[in-house]
């Protein structure tokens, strides 16, 4: 079935230092790819999507883009700030299905 | 918009006693969800629906019963509360639009203890 493998964490940056979180997935057909992003206390948020090869999806600095030769949606930031430091998820929905499947997480901490 | 609401947001239940989490959302979404998260971090899918009248089990269904006999509203009854069920309870509605679900949106959450 599909399925979600996103790097273990925490991952511990220093503020302005680059970040890459490695995110490959498996499924069949042309599934959607998805980052979410979760603050302490609160519910996920949709960070950005891609929803079809080579696609690049950005919002707030993060960029990913979706490499369907290398079934992998890697989410990246040049410069981080304290202000992201929060969980990571990645994601996917393929056509067809009904669910949304999630990686694990990747929690971020971003020291100042 | 209010987006997807939840109540309560906390709950501290004893051992074999029930209760509902309520889940409503006002964006016309055809899917629901519900999941649980547990330190860790990861989401575990309990229930979902792709519309009014219609739900299926998901990852860890047991101890837990939905129905959506509307389209704005999905709760999740816990049957007979047990500690293994302390959890952050997440509802998220999302479209379809026939390529499965789309963007989802979560709720603010429902920390429950079960002690």
Redesign the interface.
Known sequence: GDSVTQMEGPVTLSEEACLTINCTYTATGYPSLFWYVQYPGEGLQLLLKATKADDKGSNKGFEATYRKETTSFHLEKGSVQVSDSAVYFCALSNTGGFKTIFGAGTRLFVKA | NAG?TQTPKFQVLKTGQSMTLQCAQDMNHE?M?WYRQDP????R?IH?S?GAGIT?Q?EVPNGYNVSRSTTEDFPLRLLSAAPSQTSVY?C?S?Y?Q????????????TRLTVL
């Not at chain 2, 860790?40 to 989401?43: E, F, K, S, T, V």
């Not at chain 2, 026939?98 to 959450?109: A, H, I, K, V």
């Open positions: 997807v899917y969800s860790g971090m990861g989401l899918l979902y792709v299926d998901g997440f998220a999302s379809g026939g390529r499965g679900p789309d963007t989802q949106y979560f709720g603010p959450g």
